[in-house]
């Protein structure tokens, strides 16, 4: 399935490098650019792929489980940003609710902030149906809580592709370079720095028809509880030559 959402989104393991300097995390993932991109869809079997770096470091904070298989890798050229996530996944739940979008779902998410403290950061969660659930929200640093939230807000002019795998799902999103800077999103004058946040929910269909649910991230923001609203959660996004 493609779709092309007007207004919408959506954003490393091998090959995960470090930033002692980062005040949220000393992990980093380096985006390598790629001069032409191919349709998304067409990218799963496109060679332009295999020069990006590979992120598969995800892990379940939450739970004392092996964590299935995520690979996250991710592209630019000088109009957006190109993700491609692969899952591994033997029990793919699709939400039936189309209000809810991909909260009922298998999803991957990624999350931008406009600075470390979460002062206005936006969300994105795609599933294997390109059903997907977005927000704007702004953190309560005092009380370690989401302060305030719009989930009715969305990403202006992101494509978007997912599909069902033998073993899985993939997700393929383009977010305009455009869609970031109006949003304030970089972290530098040079517009290569993001602060990223990446995730997946891990879904479960059991058979009670209850749903099991596990949270993956690539960075452990060290709560009690599972929580991927915290500045503890970002890591950083590299864009190099």
Same mark, same amino acid.
């Given at each position: 399935m493609y779709t092309k959402l007007l207004p919408v989104l959506v954003v490393m393991s091998s090959s995960v490098f470090a930033m002692e300097n980062s005040e949220i995390t000393n /992990?980093?993932?380096?985006?390598?650019?790629? /001069?032409?991109?191919?349709?998304?869809?067409?990218?799963?079997s496109s060679s332009v792929w295999d020069s990006a770096n590979t992120l598969t470091d995800f892990t379940l904070p939450w739970r004392d489980a092996v964590p299935p298989n995520t690979e996250f890798k991710a592209l630019w050229n000088d109009d957006a940003l190109?993700?491609?996530?692969? #899952?591994? *996944?033997?029990? #793919? #739940?699709?939400?039936?609710?189309?209000?809810r979008g991909a909260l009922d779902s298998d999803r991957v998410e990624i999350f931008l902030s406009q600075d470390k403290q979460l002062s206005n950061y936006y969300t994105l969660e795609v599933d294997a149906t390109t059903q997907f659930y977005s927000m704007h929200a702004q953190y309560d640093l005092d009380r370690k809580k989401? =302060?305030?939230?719009?989930? /009715?807000? @969305?990403? *202006?002019?992101?494509?978007?592709?997912?599909?069902?795998?033998?073993? =899985?799902? @993939?997700?393929?999103? /383009?977010?305009?370079?455009?869609?970031?800077?109006?949003? *304030?999103?970089?972290?530098?004058?040079?517009?290569? #720095?993001?602060?990223?946040?990446?995730?997946?929910?891990?879904?479960?269909?059991? *058979?009670?028809g209850d749903i099991d649910m596990a949270w993956m991230t690539w960075v452990d923001p060290k709560t009690e509880k599972p929580n991927f609203h915290n500045p503890d959660t970002f890591g950083e996004c590299h864009l190099v030559n």
């Open positions: /992990k980093v993932y380096q985006i390598k650019y790629a /001069k032409v991109m191919p349709t998304l869809g067409d990218s799963v190109y993700i491609q996530y692969r #899952v591994e *996944d033997q029990n #793919v #739940v699709i939400g039936e609710n189309p209000e989401i =302060g305030s939230r719009n989930d /009715k807000w @969305h990403w *202006d002019n992101v494509e978007t592709y997912g599909s069902k795998t033998n073993n =899985g799902y @993939h997700v393929e999103m /383009k977010i305009p370079l455009e869609t970031i800077t109006k949003l *304030d999103l970089w972290q530098n004058s040079d517009k290569t #720095v993001l602060l990223c946040a990446l995730m997946r929910a891990e879904f479960t269909r059991l *058979d009670s």
